[in-house]
Every structure is written in structure tokens, then in C-alpha cells.
């Protein structure tokens, strides 16, 4: 048999027999499932090929199985079905993203004897549905009748990531505006300068006010759309238009910070319909990441263009990601900014493909830059309008 190709982790499975051999250790009956049937927290053990040979209740009923056969032979990724864990023939570790799985590397640590604690960021797809999950895993080393195997358990950790992305970023992003629309206020207040200078001031409140005002719309619209109570509020609009208010947005040089934002003169005037709401949360966002990943004197440009019955949006950056990057792009709370700060580029695929009817990608290389590309139909096709 040829041997199965991998991009990570060993691809090879056990042999059904061994599964169900290595199963009769953790059967229904025994002390040890009994005892992790009671567990509320999800529960697998896995083989020396990562194979599930046990899993407790609240395992199952996490992953949608009904029972134990169900499970039995699968990797965790195939059992949480794991959007990446059907690209490759080996399945669940072996594809290029899963160097980034927290649960593939606690695992391989715990077959080398080590204690490993981790978090995941996995997107599942189910039904053609998908699904962000955080998640936090232990793996343990413990051998049963001389054989070893790793214990893991999982914790969904999307509450927590959720407060930490409320305590530590959001709450923070707004006291530092909310900081300096005070102290602008007191210059207004406070100055004797002349009409031009007071006319600088109020114009800096009026921005700042603007910022915090969108900040607290953004989170709230991020948190109805994933509370499934979010509907889109559908009108004509137009592909030009769009990109001249999202430029006017952006195009300040507190925001920009010496760079340069550019609208390629080609860009395609077409009307369609979407939620304008959404669509220029969408793609503001694209552009703010653009600016941030790029450098001082960076030109960032964006433009659009019709390809049959699609508009599609772009913007580019003249920086590389690396492949880190590349791999975890749009995972929940992944972010290059540090802990929390991944919203951004996860809010674009999410309102994009669950509520616009739409698709994003990107590409990536040193001699380009980074494109993200957002297509949606020129006629509706997202979520159920108002």
C-alpha cells in the first residue's frame, strides 16, 4: 500500500481490527467510560494514529453523532468536522493548516510523554454551513494494559474568547477615544485660539465621536450575526459609489499615518443589491486591515470590477504574509496584533458568506502583495431581507 501523503502529522491509520481491539478497553461497560460519561466537558482517547478508540457522551453530542460507532477510527478533526479535515486523503493533521492546530500539536506532544495544554481555533463545516470554534484543549499521555494512548479533553472557550475580546480590546479601543475626545473637549473649552484652530478642534470631536459611535456598531452587528439575530436590510446600490464613501472614511491622515489610499480609475460603476450597512462594514474593514499590515509610505489601493452576473471588491497591500498568517487568516481571534485582536478579518468571511450571499479569498506573495478579493451577486442572494 502507497504510503499516504502529509503536510504535518503521520497520515497512516490502525487497521479497523486494532480499533475495535484497542475500543474493548474503553467499552460501554467499563469503569473508565462510565466515569467519563459523567464528565460535561468533551472527552476523547485517542491511538497512536490519533484515532478516536473513546468517546464520552457530551463528546458525541457535541459533534452531532449519535453514538460510539459513529466516532470510532475518526481524528478529532473528522469528528468535529473539521473544514480542512476532508483535503487530504490522511485526513484530521495533515494538511498545511494543521501545523497551526493547537489539538494536532497537544496531541503529537502528548505521544512524545508531554503534558500539553492548547488553544484551537478550528472553522467547521457542516450541511454547508460553517461555524467558528474556540476552543481549548489537554492532552495527557496515560497507557491502558501496556498500551499508550492520549487523553484529550476539549472546553468550548467562544464565551471566554468573546469577554476577553469585550474586556481586553473593545472596552480599551473605546477609552482611548473617549480619553481624547475629553481632552480635545477641554481645548475647545478651555482655548482663547483663534476661529481656525476652534474650527480644528470641533472637527476632531466630530471624528472621534464618529470613531466610538462605529466601534460600538461593529461589535454589536458582529454579536447579532452570530446570535442569528442579525437581518440584512436590502437596497439598490452602487459598486462605485461604495468604494468613493469607503475611501472618504479612510482617507484621513490620522488614520492612514503616512500612507497613501488610491481607488484604481478603472473601477466598474454597477449597480446591484446587497445591505449597504453590511457591505461597507465588509469592506472598510478590508481596508483598515490593508492599512494596518502595511508600512509607512505604502500605497494602498482598492477598486472593483463586474465578471458575469458578480461585483467584486478588492484592496491591496504591497506586504507579504507569511505562512502562519496565510493558514489562520480568517479564524476567529487570530490576529498578528496579539491576543483578541482577530475580529477583523473573520467579521469579512462571516458577514460576507453567511449574510451577503458572497465569497472571500486573498492571495499573498512577495512579488504582489496581498489581495483580499469579496464577490457578491449582482442580484440578492443573501439572508432573508426585512
Known sequence: M?????????????????????????????????LLNLFPEVVLILNPQRQVVFANRAAL???????????LGQRPGDLLHCKHSAETEGGCGTTAFCRYCGAVNAILE??????????????????????????????RPMVVEAETFTFLAISDIADEKRREFLERIFLHDIMNTATALK??????????????????????IAFLTERMIDEIQAHRQLLAAENGELKPKVESVNSYLILQDI?????RPDVLDRRVLHIEGDSAAVGFRSDRTLL????????????????????VKMGCFKDGGEIVFWVNNPTCMTESVRMQVFNRSFSTKGAGRGLGTYSIKYLTEKYLGGHVSFTSTPTDGTTFEARYPREWRGGPPN
Open 280 to 299: 461597507m462594514r465588509v469592506l472598510g474593514n478590508m481596508v483598515k486591515n490593508a492599512i494596518e499590515a502595511s508600512s509607512p509610505g505604502d500605497m
Open 61 to 71: 453530542d457535541f459533534a452531532g453523532r449519535h453514538d460510539m460507532q459513529e466516532a
Open 2 to 34: 502507497a504510503e499516504l501523503a502529509t503536510q504535518f502529522a503521520p497520515a497512516e491509520r490502525a487497521l479497523q481490527a486494532d480499533v475495535l481491539r484497542e475500543w474493548k478497553y474503553f467499552d460501554t461497560d467499563s469503569p473508565i467510560a462510565t
Open 247 to 251: 475611501f472618504q472614511a479612510y482617507c
Open 183 to 204: 481632552g480635545f473637549s477641554w481645548l475647545l473649552s478651555a482655548s482663547e485660539d483663534d476661529r481656525e484652530s476652534l474650527r480644528s478642534y470641533g472637527d476632531r
Open 110 to 139: 502528548s505521544q512524545q510523554g508531554d503534558a500539553a495544554t492548547k488553544e484551537c481555533r478550528i472553522t467547521t463545516s457542516k450541511n454547508g454551513a460553517e461555524e467558528a470554534l474556540d476552543l481549548r484543549v489537554w492532552a
